[in-house]
Structure formats: structure tokens, C-alpha cells
């Protein structure tokens, strides 16, 4: 059980002298600071890694290539269970003609996300990601899966992590992200997800991923029934993940945070959103406790266009998605106006500019 004893003259002074906060402090943040503080402190935090009123964005789409799954999340609006009405896989063709309209409209990054799908075996995810790359080259990049999805396809293959991460470079994948992290305690995955593997393996597999070469990403959802403690040992777990790498010179350590909140509408779990206020002071707090992670995400899909206000709030980068079936189907509303977009973020006082995570690949962030 964490105590708060700090004070925020101490927080204060650490975060001047640019040392770590513990978890007891963060959960006193938490409780007693003012908005205004937890902007200040994160902003401080932040310029540590970017000028002031820079920002970086992308404009990129979520390719859902299957609804099936039988990993039945209970948060989850999605998913069809095998031979359930409704189930589907993309050909390569229809994955092509989502990736074309991406690039029409000035996009250049795709992450690919569906389910635990029995019925697809690895040379589906293989011969699809070698065939993006070869039509593709360097004109976009690709997050291909997310650890949890990954996980589950080199097990039904039979494989360990590490020859599974293998298969996947070779099949030309850069990037496999931290998706289905959601909140990384054990307690709460027995709660929700008991299908979708334990904190100690998704770490494991995330470590075979870096170990293989490939890049990756840390993630998280807030706003189910967690507790604060559950989403500060969520921070702690990614900040210790991210020590062991840079301890061990990793050039692959974790690129970037993103977080973003539940959208309970036509799911099992149900519930009411929290606020976008919330989410804010959240993000403060992950951008001054992960000291160790450069770029702080802000998450336009789930809390559209005030999700730019997080830029005051230590983050310093955000998408402008144009599809996301799994966050629509649960109450998610996406906007083409990218220019509104861009403009707000101006408003606040920065000056975003396009990042193209086909370039990160070269200059490793
Ligand atoms: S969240 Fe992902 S893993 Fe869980 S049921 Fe939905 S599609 Fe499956």
C-alpha cells in the first residue's frame, strides 16, 4: 500500500535538480496538487526533452484486419467470436486500398490491430507485411500487431517470442507496439482480460521483441474501474521495463508513451466515461513520473480536439487518425478536419510539425 508523505515543495525541488519522483509521491501528486501544478511540473519535465512550443504529429489509420477473437476482454465492443455473424478478415487487396487512401490523404503511418483469431495462421501476418513492404517501401511505415496479438500468434504457432520476432523482421516489420497493455497489473487483467496473458509475460515478450531488433512502444488505457495505486504500478512497471533497457544500452528502448481512456458505450464492462480533465492529469503524471521516456502522446482518437491540451500538460506529440473500428464501436468519434486540428494546437502556443516514423527508424527517438 503506498503512504503519501511528500510535499509539493519537495516534488518541487526534485524535479529542478531533475531527480525521480517515487511512487509515494506520485500518488500524493495525484490527490493534493492543483492543475496548475501538474501542468508546471510536466511542462518543466518536458523541456527537458523539447523546445517549449514544439510539437510533432502524424497522420496515420488503424487497419482492424479481423474482429475475430477469443481472447473476450469484457471491455471490449469489437470483437465476434469464431463462426459468430459478423466476423471478417481483410484481403490483401482491401488492407491495400485502406493504406492508398491513407497516403491520398497525406498520411504515411498504418498500425495494424484485430484479434486473437484462431483461423489465421502466421504466414496470413507474414506474407500481409512483406507484401505492404514491397509495394510500399519506404513511402509509409507500419505498426504491425500489438504485443498482446503477437503473443498470441507465436503461441498458436508454437513458437518462443524470440524466434517469432524473427519470423516478423524478416518478413520486413520495424515496429510491433505496446498495444493491449491496458492497465499492466496482474489484479485487473484477472478481472477483465484472463485471456490475454500476465504482466510478467508481456514484458517478456516485449523484451524478445528489442532483443530481435525490432521497435517498440509503451501504452495504456485508463478510465475502466482501476485504482490510482493500479495505474501508478502501471507507470512503475513501464518506467523499470524502460531502466532495464537503457541499463543495457538498448538502442531499441521504448520509443514512446501513449495513453488513452476507455470508451465503455455497447461493451460488457459498461460504465461512464471520466473526464477530459482526468485524462489531463493523468498525462501530467505520466510525463513528470517517466523521466526516462522522451515523447508523451496525446490521444486525439479518444478525446479529439481537446486531447490538444495535453500539449500543456507534458505531452508533446499526437496522431490525427481517420479509423479505428475497436474505439468506434465503443463510442470513439474521429474528424477529417485536420487543419481545426492543427489550428487548436496553435491556439495553445505551438507550432506542430509532420513526424514521419519512417524517418525514426534511421534516428531512433
Ligand atoms: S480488446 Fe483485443 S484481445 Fe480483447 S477481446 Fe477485443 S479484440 Fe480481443
Redesign the pocket.
Same mark, same amino acid.
Given at each position: 500500500m503506498l503512504t503519501p508523505t511528500a510535499t509539493i515543495a519537495d516534488i518541487r525541488r526534485k524535479i529542478q535538480a531533475r531527480e525521480r519522483i517515487s511512487s509515494d509521491e506520485a500518488l500524493w501528486l495525484w490527490r493534493e496538487a492543483s492543475d496548475g501544478d501538474m501542468r508546471g511540473l510536466a511542462s518543466q519535465v518536458r523541456a527537458r526533452f523539447h523546445s517549449p512550443t514544439a510539437c510533432t504529429y502524424m497522420l496515420m489509420r488503424i487497419i482492424n484486419y479481423t474482429?475475430v477473437?477469443?481472447?473476450?476482454?469484457d #471491455?471490449?465492443a469489437? #470483437?465476434k467470436l469464431p463462426g459468430q455473424e459478423g466476423g471478417y478478415v481483410l484481403s490483401h487487396e482491401q488492407v491495400f486500398a485502406k493504406l492508398d487512401e491513407l497516403l491520398a490523404l497525406g498520411g504515411d503511418l498504418a498500425g495494424f490491430?484485430?484479434?486473437?483469431n484462431p483461423h489465421l495462421p502466421l504466414d496470413y501476418y507474414c506474407d500481409l507485411f512483406r507484401a505492404i513492404r514491397e509495394r510500399y517501401g519506404e513511402r509509409l511505415e507500419f505498426y504491425a500487431l500489438t504485443i498482446?496479438?503477437f503473443m498470441y500468434l507465436a503461441d498458436h504457432a508454437n513458437l518462443d517470442y524470440a524466434a517469432a520476432a524473427e519470423r516478423f523482421r524478416r518478413a520486413g516489420v520495424r515496429w510491433i507496439t505496446g498495444g493491449?497493455s491496458e492497465i499492466l497489473t496482474e489484479d485487473f487483467r484477472r478481472r477483465h482480460?484472463k485471456f490475454?496473458y500476465t504482466v510478467a509475460e508481456y514484458f517478456a515478450a516485449q523484451r524478445a521483441l528489442v532483443d530481435a531488433g525490432l521497435r517498440t512502444s509503451a501504452t495504456m488505457v485508463i478510465g475502466f474501474d482501476e485504482t490510482i495505486e493500479e495505474r501508478i504500478e502501471h507507470l512503475e512497471r513501464t518506467r523499470d521495463f524502460q531502466d532495464q533497457l537503457l541499463t543495457s544500452k538498448h538502442p531499441e528502448a521504448l520509443a514512446s508513451f501513449l495513453c488513452w481512456t476507455f470508451k465503455p458505450y455497447f461493451t460488457q464492462l459498461g460504465g461512464i466515461e471520466i473526464t477530459t480533465n482526468e485524462y489531463l492529469r493523468h498525462l501530467a503524471l505520466s510525463r513528470i513520473y517517466l523521466d526516462n521516456i522522451p515523447r508523451i502522446r496525446t490521444s486525439v482518437l479518444t478525446q479529439n480536439e481537446r486531447a490538444l491540451e495535453g500539449l500543456l500538460y507534458g505531452a508533446d506529440d499526437f496522431d490525427l487518425p481517420i479509423e479505428d473500428e475497436?474505439t468506434q464501436l465503443a463510442g470513439a468519434t474521429i474528424s477529417l478536419n485536420f487543419d481545426k486540428m492543427l489550428e487548436a494546437a496553435r491556439k495553445l502556443g505551438f507550432e506542430p510539425t509532420y513526424r514521419h516514423v519512417a524517418l525514426d527508424w534511421d534516428s531512433p527517438a
Open positions: 474482429n477473437c477469443v481472447a473476450q476482454c #471491455y471490449c469489437f #470483437y490491430n484485430g484479434g486473437f498482446a496479438e493491449g482480460s490475454k475497436v
